[in-house]
């Protein structure tokens, strides 16, 4: 039986409920008018991967596995780096006002870059990321305003 287990960097999108998450929370602070509480300092750098391009991946990952099952493990990353005040900032103009927040300096246990390479996946299937933050972040904050 093929088997490949994947790695993904930090996956965006719509559908995502767990308000523990950097979009969903901030959102969900907009609506409920509560203070954001940003967890780092807000410059710690994450790359960011749309849901949308995960299950693409997911889907080359399989019938690559079928055909060769000579990979054990793949990462998913899309290249998209940003700190936490850049998407809250992303966040932010889509809503169109300032949302109030905090941050909490007391990062020393926060890992200050966190990437990955998907070289590997891109050059045995042939994926590549198709979605940026930026060009569905309006997409994605009309779901979480219009949804719970």
Request: charged fraction near 25%.
């Amino acid at each position: 039986m093929p088997v490949v287990t994947t790695r993904s960097c930090n996956i965006y999108g719509t559908g995502d409920n767990n308000i523990q998450r950097l979009i969903p929370g901030i959102i969900k602070a907009h609506k409920e008018d509560l203070v954001f509480t940003i967890r780092n300092s807000g410059k710690d750098i994450r790359e960011y991967i749309n849901v949308k391009d995960v299950v693409l991946a997911y889907s080359r990952i399989l019938e690559y596995g079928e055909k060769f099952n000579d990979i054990p493990s793949f990462n998913i990353s899309s290249g998209e780096r940003y700190s936490t005040f850049e998407v809250f900032n992303f966040v932010q103009k889509v809503i169109g006002h300032n949302i109030k927040h905090i941050i909490l300096e007391s990062d020393k246990f926060e890992i200050k870059k966190q990437f990955m390479s998907s070289l590997l996946l891109q050059e045995k299937t042939g994926w590549k990321p198709q979605y940026t933050m930026e060009s569905t972040i309006q997409e994605i904050v009309d779901f979480y305003m219009d949804n719970k």
